[in-house]
Every structure is written in structure tokens, then in C-alpha cells.
């Protein structure tokens, strides 16, 4: 059966980028409105603290999906671990900022590059693995290094580290949405170059790519490492914006299945797909989960929603507007019939 | 960069300690003339007084976060019902606005950080959790908000020089040295212990302190060793020190692990003289969930109802005891957990009202300054910030009923010791 | 001697705990391609339902594990056919994100339906054990393990002796073949995901005997499902319960870990989950499929 695919019209189109431009262009100048010049000169304060907080979250979910895209997403390689680089990451920071006392820029450059070559040697191990075997071989890892760091006496054990305080929720957000853009350009990057080519073809079929010449250890090593990289990055940036470094906060395993929930509803193999999924997933749940006493009920509700949009969007929210489907019954009834049994 | 962000919050230590310590007494003089002022005028009523709390509704800690939800309660409608918190003359009436962390301390933080921005509370009333409590706690500070906890008792997080947060409940450290000293006195005296902890923050704080306090009761520490805070099973270690024959058994955890370790001990045929957990055994879900087998099982209680505090404000013991089970419908008095939850808003109150003033600043100082006793017990900040003057008291459970056994002065049951064999129950 | 001896049974007992908790993961999981991140509330479900039995009509939670079954097996059918069928030729992830939705889901009501109250099933013989010398086999967890051994048996048998079970083994190799001749995929698929819940709800029934139990308690049984079935190897029965037993042991026997602290006892099962797959990448007993 082949489907009728139909461009959403034009003007549709334009108007979400537009919309999405002047939303990029709020969250970029935004923040600036809350400095003490720009109040003095009379400026509406555009965020608060608590718009800090929330989009701060937001930008490290973008970037760990962006992450995990790059592996998962466009290497065909889905890890359940990602998290234990975003542990380490924080952890690197955690320990060089308070144990060794170096100054927090020195330690944000050495977190992405510990995670990284931590992502070397676990994609050096695991990447003969395939499927479901890869998967769980890395949550295992993901698991077990949040076990050991907390048993670990100089990384703080069951305590856990703190830092210093430093109190600049603008800092925090930049050097977030800064890492976000980051990974978004990369994956913009990888997916113009060979390297992406040869990705893509890796994920499509792995023999036959290395058949025509893709280093394939090489090339899956390598695809792992920046995911690793960009990961810890985030991670780093969380230890010091929370101050607060331990098992619980940064090898969380529901944070290691957001992420992924991000990028494949957002559209897996895409450079956007993560962050529109990121960005809606997140404020989803910040916002449900302000829910008061009822919380209950917000958890019923995400859990459903969660369950409609796979049924009804599998090619994820990115999709709609990619140029290949419509919103239309049409559209609904011959996705169901595509996936279902 | 961060060394001397450290040196000027030491700076800022000393300031604000002297004065603190001037605003108390002065707080302390302005009471004492204010309950004789305040006769014949009636105040008016102000503005409602906000407080915030993320607590933990669902999620792994859903049950703790339930009753630290009741403490609160307790003293809410408590207070409402006699108009509000009295600011210089004005009664505030009280708005406490809850929201549900699931149990993620991540979270907690960022709800914490809700209350504050966009439902305007002036206070945060703690988590439940150590964890939580940790991260909350750099959230008020930073916003500069006072907050005011009772469920969480480790000490690391007062040992960071937090100004803005206070913990009414004693620190981890004395969960279970009471037991060891009402050991000291019981004949014929327990000589060795083993120690099971969980590698959570709290509980391994409360078993470093037993294991340096054992020694100098003349106990001897056999054997001590930590599992995973998740795991499914600990009847390995169990049996393990079931080996070194100890006269004490410890557990260091919470409520699930107590169950699961306290059914290990059956099954296995650990026979000590003494069994005592950190917490579980003072719920009564530790009781419905053992049946018989939870007798004789001691814990170390932050409050029980028998304790003989004579509060200089709010309730007395037995009016909480009745007050709580009636909104409720209980049939069991309320457990420690609710306890130290109305304490944290009663220290609140005191504050406030000392403070003369809902400005954070003074209200924080005010808290620092704070001695006053209630049917919790005394609550007393030392220069950290947690409240090292209260003790906690031995409880065991004897017949399916909670009996407060040691110190003395405060019990109202006799130990029943040594523990029977568990074939001959 | 017997302190080690005590510790290998304690193993093969929690062992014995996980076949029965994986058995139904496996199953879904292997012949189905989906990852059910909602096992472990499936679980929990079995066990309301056997704690309710025991806590109100007085039922021998042992005598209530069959009522377990059938009720997880209803359950099961309704949610394959009504719902996780939508998605079954989606890629992999898809079904992990749909029984994610489910798991929060069903964990909501069951926090609606019962509270986060820990609740426990201790019967009168719970603390009896069978004593060897100075080495104790409780009788429940021996229990436990028997009903585990069984269920595998029951499974081995559905698979490879009836046409349900050829049904289901022809589905799994190759589903388009299947339906080829003549197979009901829906049908099948929906009993496939039944028989898988039902032995979820049972494991969910034994572990109530010896855990309390509270709506979020399953979480981390998914987790290890995935570790066991792994370990063993996907495919086939006798690899889960190699998985199983194997999982169970070195989490005990890595609490008395010499030099590192017992603490590290779910760090060391994890960390010989990976190097047993670095050296073998099919697990211990998996087929090359």
C-alpha cells in the first residue's frame, strides 16, 4: 500500500518557523531582560527564576536527546545507558571543583573529555554487540556506575558532593543552551558529512556498509565518543548549577528512558527531532507535575498521552512538519495500519 | 574563583551569627513584653502568610510524604482556627501550598523554586527525605527564603553552612546511640553488635555514630556492612551475621528494608537479644505488615506520645494525640514522622511572631535565635542550623502496641529483654 | 564452609525469584520484539491481588497464585489486543515508549486503588524454615523457587509440546511466514503477551510472601528482567532460568565480596552482566537466532 504523501500547505509551514524563530529569539534574548541594566532602563522582566530553572532543564534534556540521538538515532545503535555520561560528567566537575579546587571553567572543559574517553572505552567493549544485547549491555554500565560512585569514599559515597554556590541562574542558562546549540550544530554536521553518511548507512545495514569501505568500529567508536562527549558536558554544567552531586541526582535510570523518549518522539535520525521532543516532553511534565495534590492524576494523564502520541505520531512530532505527512484521518487510519499487526 | 566565594560567606557567618544572637535576645525580651501587652486589644487581621512545601505525594517515599503532609495539616487547621500567625497586633491567617515531588529529589528542588516564583510563598516548609532536603535546601538559599525542615536528618547538609535552612528533628547521629545506652543498662548487659546500613546519606550517618559510640558502652561491633539502598535482598548479609552471633542487631534503612530484614531474622533463626532499625518499626504499616512477629522489635523515635514535654504554646502531648486521630479517623496515635512536621511549622510560628516581622531576612534570624519548648520536644537550633538539644527516645513494640521504654523519665513501659528465640514465640 | 553453603542457597533462592519474574519478559520479549517497561506493574498487580485474597478472605497466598494467573491473563489479552497491537510492526522503540505510557499508568491506579501503604502477606509457617545443620532453607522462598521451576516447566511444555506453542515459536523465527500459513497474528499475539502477563502475575504472588509491597515496588524487577533474560540469553526457557539462578547468585555472594565493601554488591552483578556479554554477546545460553 502506498501512501499519498501530501505537503502540509505553505503557509502552514511558514508560520511554525516563524513562530519558532520568535520563540528562539525569546528564550536567546530573554533572559538578558533580568540583568540590572536592562531593569534600570525600564525593560519588562521577561523571566523569572523559576523560568530559569524550567528552561535550564529543558536546554540539558535537549542536549542529552541530541546526544542520544547521535548514537541511537542515526548510528541505529540504541544505548539505555547514556546516563552514566552525564554522571560522570557531573561527577568529573563534582570532584575537581570541590576536592581539587580548580577554578569551574577548567573542570567544565575536562567533564566532556572524561566522558568522552569513558565513551571510548565502553563503545570500544560493547559496540560488537547488536540490538537488544547492546541495549542492555549499556544499561548495564549506566547501572553500575551509579552503584559504584556511590560507594566511593573521595567521590563523596552515599553524601554526595557540594560545591559552592554560585549564584547566577543567567550563567547557568547560557552555558546550557549554549551546550544545546552545540549539539544541535554537530548533528547538523555529521549528517552533511561522510561521517554521517557512513552512519546512516551503518544503521541501514551494517555489513553491507562495511562492504563498501565504512570503517564501521571506527566510524560506530567515534559516533559514541561525541555522544559521550556532549552528554557529560550537560552533566558538568548540572553539577555546578546544582551544587549538589550525588547517585540519586545524576545517574537517575527515568532520566536515561526521558531521554530517549525525547528523541524518538521527536523523530529519531533528524536534527531537530530531538529538541522538538525535548522541548515538549520537558514542559510537559514541569508542567504537569506542578499539579498540587493530584498529582496522581497528571501521572495517569502523561502515561496516556505518552500512549497516543506513539500510536498516532510514530514517525515522531518532527514528521508533521518534514514535509511527508498531513494531519488528517487519512493519514491516522493508514499509520495504524502500518504498524499495527 | 570558588576559594573566595568560601571566604566571604565566612564573613557573612560571623555577621550574621552576632546578629542573630542580638536579634534573639531581643525577640526573647519582646515576648516576654508582648503576652503582657498584647491584653485588651484585639488584633486585626492581615494578609494571608504563604508557605510552600513540596513533599512526596507518590513515587517510592509516597507514604512518608503522606504523614509529613498530616503534620502540616495538624497545624494548619490549628491555626487557622485561632485566626493566624499575630504580627505586631495583625493576624495573618495561613495558606500552606503543597506540591508533589515524586519522590525525585531533582524535582523537589524545581517545585521548591514553583512556590517560590509563581505562588509567592514567603516560606518553604521541608521535604520528606534527607535527599530532597538536600537540594531544597540550595534552592532557599539561593532565593534567600527560609526554610524550615523535619524529615530530614543527616548532617551533611547542615555541615555546608546553609544560612537559610533549619531542621527541628535531631541529626542523624542519635537515631540508635539511645538504644546502646539503654543496653548499658540492661542485665545481662549486650556485649557484641552487627550493623546492617543502607548506602543512603542518612542512614550511613546514623551508622558511623554507632559504631564509634558502641565501644565506649563497652559493646563490641562484629560485624558492619552496607547493601545497595535498592536492593531486593538482604538475607545474605544477614545470615552472614548471623555467624558472629551478635547479642544487638542493627539496621540502618527505612521501612521496607526493617520488613524484609525483620522476616530474614525469622526465617533464618537470627536470634539476638536486642533488634533495632532506624526507621520503619514507629509506622503502623511496620506492625499490619509482621503481625506478631514485629514485637520486641526497638526503634529510635525522634517523639513518641508518651513522651512528658510541657509546651509553652500549641498542644500538649495528649491534645495532639486526640486532635490527630480525630481529623484523621485513626485508630493509632500519630507517628514521629507527623510529629516533627507540626514542629517545623510551630518553630515557624514562634519565629515569625518573635520576628515581629514576615521580612525573610529577620524571620531567619529569628529562627536562629529560637528556643522554645513545645510537645515535640525542645527546639533549638546550634550555629549549623539543626537542633542538637532534643533527644530521642527508645520505643518498643510489645504486644502489637507502642511503648516508650528508655530514657526513663519519659517511659512509660519497661523494656522486655532479652527478645525470646524466635521458635519459642 | 556452611556460611558459604548458607549464602549459595540464599542465592539460588533469590534466583529462583527472578526466573519467575523474567520468565514472562522473556517470552514477550523474544518472540514479540517488545520491551515491556510495564512487567514490573504487571507484577505488582499479581501481587495486590494475592495480598488482597490473603488480607480479606484469609487465602494461602500459594493457593491464590493460579487466581493470579487467570486474572494477568485477561488483563494481558486485553492490553495486546486492544492496545500494544497498534504498534507491533513499529520499530523497537516504539513499543518501549507505549509500555513506559503503561507503567505510569497502571502504577497511578494501583497508588489510587490501594495507597502507598506497604502491605506484606506474612501466613503463619512464613518464618519455618527447614534447618540442615547450621545451614536454614526457608520454607517460602523454597517455595518460591518450586513455583518457578514449575512455571518454567508449565512454559517449556506450552512451547514445544502444544500448536499454541508451535504457533508461537512459528511467529517469533518469522512472522510473516506464520501468517502465511494461516496463523491469527492477532490472536496469537494477544496470547503470547496473556501467558506472559499471567506468569508475571504469579511471580508478582510469591513475591508478596517475602517483600512488602507498595505500587512502586515493581520498578526495579523490570530492571532486572532485563539483566537476567540478557544473561541467560534470549530464545529459549532453560537460558532464562540459567539467567535467573546466575543473577541471584552473584548478588548474594557479592555482598560478602572480599576487599570491597558489600554495598557494591548491584555494582558487581551489573558490572559481570557486561563482561559477560563482552565475551559472549549472546549471554550465557542464547542461540544464535
Known sequence: ?341 | MPPVVERLYSKEVVRRERFALIVGAAALLLTACGTSNNAGTSPSTGAPIVFGAAVSLTGAQSKEGGLTKQGYDMWLDWINQRGGIVVNNVKHPVQIKYEDDQSEANLSATLVQKLITDEKAQFILGPYGSAATATDAIVAEKDGIPMVEGNGAAQAIFNKGYKYTFGVLSPANKYLTGVLDMAATLSPKPATLAMLTANDNFSVEVAKAVEEYAPTKGIQVVFSKQYPAAAPDVSGLLSQAKAMNPDIVMNSGHLAEAIAINKAAKQLGVNAKIFAYSVGPSTPDFISALGPDANYVYDGSQWTPQVKYQPSFYLSVSDYVKAYQQKFGASAPPDYHVAESTAACLAFEKAIENAGSLDPGKVRDALAGLNVMTFFGQIKFDNRGINIYKPMVVEQIQNGVHYTVYPAAVANGKPLYPTPAWSTR | MSQFTQQVILGLLLGGIYVAVALGFSLVWGVLNIVNLAHGALIMVGSYITWTLFARLHVDPFLSLPLDAIALFVIGYALQRGIINRVIRAPLLFTFLLTFGLNLVIVSLLLLLFTADFRSVTTTYSGAGLHLGSVVIPYIRLGGLLVALVLAGILWLILNRTRIGAGILAVGADRDAAQLVGIDLRHLYALTFAIGAAFAGVAGGIISTFQSITPTAGDPYTLQSFAVVILGGLGRVSATIVGGLAFGLIEVLGQSAPGLGSGYANAIAFVVLVLVLIVRPRGLLGRLA
Open chain 1, 1 to 341: 500500500m502506498i501512501a499519498r504523501e501530501q505537503r502540509l500547505p505553505r503557509w502552514v509551514r511558514r508560520a511554525v518557523i516563524a513562530v519558532a524563530a520568535l520563540g528562539l529569539l525569546y528564550v536567546i534574548l530573554g533572559p538578558l531582560t533580568s540583568l540590572d541594566p536592562a531593569q534600570q532602563a525600564g525593560l519588562p522582566l521577561l523571566t523569572d527564576k523559576l523560568w530559569f530553572r524550567i528552561a535550564t532543564t529543558v536546554a540539558m534534556f535537549v542536549v542529552m536527546a541530541a546526544g542520544w540521538n547521535i548514537i541511537g538515532g542515526l548510528t541505529g545503535y540504541a544505548s539505555f545507558g547514556n546516563i552514566a555520561f552525564f554522571g560522570l560528567g557531573a561527577y568529573a566537575v563534582g570532584v575537581l571543583v570541590s576536592n581539587q579546587r580548580w577554578p569551574f571553567v577548567a573542570a567544565l572543559i575536562a567533564a566532556p573529555i572524561i566522558a568522552g574517553l569513558f565513551g571510548l572505552l565502553m563503545g570500544v567493549a560493547l559496540l560488537r554487540l547488536r540490538g537488544h544485547y547492546f541495549a542492555v549491555a549499556t544499561l548495564g554500565v549506566g547501572v553500575a556506575v551509579g552503584e559504584v560512585v556511590n560507594n566511593v569514599p573521595s567521590l563523596g559515597a552515599s553524601t554526595g558532593l557540594f560545591l559552592p554556590i554560585v549564584r547566577s541562574d543567567l550563567l547557568f542558562f547560557y552555558l546550557m543552551l549554549g551546550a544545546a546549540l552545540l549539539a544541535v550544530i554537530v548533528t547538523w554536521v555529521i549528517l552533511r558529512s561522510r561521517f554521517g553518511y557512513g552512519l546512516l548507512a551503518i544503521r541501514e545495514n551494517e555489513e553491507a556498509a562495511a562492504v563498501i569501505g565504512v570503517n564501521t568500529t571506527f566510524y560506530k567508536v567515534a559516533a559514541f565518543c561525541l555522544a559521550a562527549a556532549l552528554t557529560g558536558l550537560a552533566g558538568g554544567i548540572f553539577a555546578q548549577w546544582n551544587s549538589f552531586v550525588n547517585q540519586e541526582n545524576v545517574f537517575p535510570i527515568s532520566a536515561n528512558v526521558q531521554m530517549i523518549l525525547m528523541a524518538v518522539i521527536g523523530g529519531t535520525g533528524t536534527v531537530l527531532g530531538p529538541v522538538a521532543g525535548a522541548v515538549v516532553l520537558e514542559l510537559i511534565i514541569q508542567t504537569l507535575a506542578g499539579g498540587g495534590t493530584n498529582a496522581v492524576y497528571s501521572q495517569i494523564g502523561l502515561g496516556l498521552l505518552l500512549m497516543g502520541c506513539v500510536i498516532f505520531i510514530p514517525r515522531g512530532v518532527i514528521d508533521f512538519f518534514g514535509g511527508r505527512s498531513r494531519l488528517s484521518l487519512g493519514y491516522l487510519r493508514q499509520t495504524l495500519r502500518e504498524t499495527s499487526a
